[in-house]
């Protein structure tokens, strides 16, 4: 930023406001060691208009003589570098009317003398790439300037660029690169969107307009590829909602409830058929109905009997019935 550069563009006088924010943010971004090269981006961004509204009111600046634009390009690469303007208050600024074409010497004055002028200066080597009255080679900058779309002789190719008539740019409804991708996947067949027409029991002589050309292809693609119906799972589905509706949807839009619901039932389907069957369940014990028979096994066995569990009656009856023995209730350690 140079405090000098933008008191000189406040100071300017019978511009339009715009013109003048331009002037303003150009001097904005001028370095006193440097000079001022911002790209159109940054430019348009700054000053909150398109590009084309841009390049309009940089070439009013520089039909008046208060700036001046340079083209560059990398020596090695020939790619077009961000345009180098050159405003009034410097040293060695001319108007591009009276700049002469490095190439074929269009214009007034001796090209030496300019030279001449900038030797030394911030300007040193500028008028080496100064641009051409009637070709305009350079980068973004030239080709929305004043000058004939003629093709530069350097550049065969004109990059003359339509202005914009809406500046207003609506955004796209999907990333291009999804649409992209969604094109590049195997399209819906021709026999495939006939079999759907019939289902759907419209006339494919008499189509309406949405149902014609690939946008309806790229929504029964997306059907398949998105939803994972096969696609005679969705001629099914469209035959299916017709018999619901007396008439044909107006376009594959209306179309998308009903295959999302297959879709679901699909999903549900596949999820019961992949649960594992239940394991059959253990038979229950049977109950204990002779405790005295029981309890005289735990007894004659080498199995772990508590003193505590069999009771003075138990011990009764199975003594009363001769299931055990009194010695061995004593060896167990049952009184």
């Known amino acids: 930023m140079s405090h000098e550069a933008t008191n000189w563009a406040i100071k300017q006088r019978g511009l339009k406001p715009t ?16 000079g001022c090269f911002p790209s159109q981006d940054r430019l348009a961004h700054d000053c909150e208009i398109s590009r084309s509204t841009l390049n309009d009111h940089l070439g009013q600046l520089e039909a008046v003589g208060l700036l001046r634009r340079v083209p560059r390009l990398d020596p090695v690469t020939k790619r077009q570098l961000p345009t180098r303007y050159i405003l009034g208050f410097e040293p060695g600024f001319t108007p591009v009317a009276v700049v002469p074409c490095p190439e074929i010497g269009h214009g007034e004055g001796d090209g030496a003398e300019i030279a001449e002028m900038v030797e030394g200066s911030r300007l ?14 350079g980068d973004e900058a030239s080709p929305v300037s004043d000058f004939p779309a003629d093709p530069c002789p350097e550049n065969a190719e004109s990059r003359v660029r339509i202005s914009d008539t809406n500046p207003v740019r609506e955004p796209l409804s999907k ?17 495939v969107f006939g079999d759907l027409l019939d289902a759907l029991g419209l006339d494919p002589d008499a189509l309406p307009g949405w149902w014609q050309g690939w946008p309806p292809r790229l929504h029964v693609q997306r059907w398949r590829d998105d939803l994972g119906l096969t696609e005679a799972e969705i001629i099914a589905a469209a035959e299916a909602s ?6 044909p949807p107006d376009g594959p839009k209306a179309l998308d409830r009903a295959m999302q619901r297959a879709a679901q039932r699909k999903a549900e389907d596949a999820g019961r058929k992949r649960r594992k069957p239940k394991t059959p369940s253990a038979p229950a014990a049977k109950p204990i109905t002779d405790l005295p028979a029981f309890y005289a096994d735990l007894v004659n066995s080498d199995r772990y009997l508590p003193v505590s569990a069999i009771s003075n009656t138990m011990r009764d009856a199975m003594l009363a019935r001769g299931l055990v023995t009194a010695e061995r209730l004593r060896e167990r350690g049952v009184r």
């Open 19 to 34: 013109t003048k924010i331009v002037l303003w943010h150009l001097c904005d971004r001028f370095n006193p060691d440097y």
């Open 124 to 137: 040193d080597g500028a008028a080496d790439a100064l641009p051409c009255p009637d070709f305009g080679h």
């Open 175 to 191: 990333p291009v690169k999804e649409e992209e991708g969604a094109q590049a996947r195997e399209a819906i067949s021709d026999e």
């Open 242 to 247: 017709r018999e619901e509706h007396p008439q």
